[in-house]
């Protein structure tokens, strides 16, 4: 996958399919969040997607400034992507509990 790949993707539905996985995965063990009304937790979603969508955006529209992250960014997204794999096997694993 290349950087700019990634930041057309979060530009566009990828910035709300990323910002709902990082919420139930790292959010919904926390008392804090569900004390939050569930209104107020769409909100929070929708606001950091839209946010994480608006920042690739703006990053797409600088060519040099993408060039010179893209070396450095492709591992963590490799990484990342990888890690969030391992994740969701590991959580269905019938061993983990």
């Known amino acids: 996958m290349e950087f ?3 930041l057309s993707y979060l530009a566009g539905a990828g910035a709300f399919v ?3 996985y990082v919420a139930s995965w790292g959010l919904e063990e926390f008392g804090f969040w569900h004390a939050l009304h569930t209104k107020v ?3 929070i ?3 950091l997607s839209i946010g994480l969508g608006l920042g690739a955006t ?3 529209r600088d060519p040099d400034l993408v060039a010179a992250i893209s070396p450095w ?3 963590v997204l490799l990484i990342g ?3 969030i794999v391992t994740q ?3 959580q269905s694993s019938p061993t983990r509990r």
Do not use: C, D, N
Request: aromatic residues 4%; without cysteine.
């Open 58 to 60: 703006a990053l797409l």
């Open 45 to 47: 979603v929708l606001a």
């Open 88 to 90: 969701k096997a590991h």
């Open 81 to 83: 992507g990888a890690w």
């Open 18 to 20: 990323v910002t709902s």
């Open 73 to 75: 960014a492709v591992p």
């Open 4 to 6: 700019e790949q990634a």
């Open 41 to 43: 937790r769409s909100l």
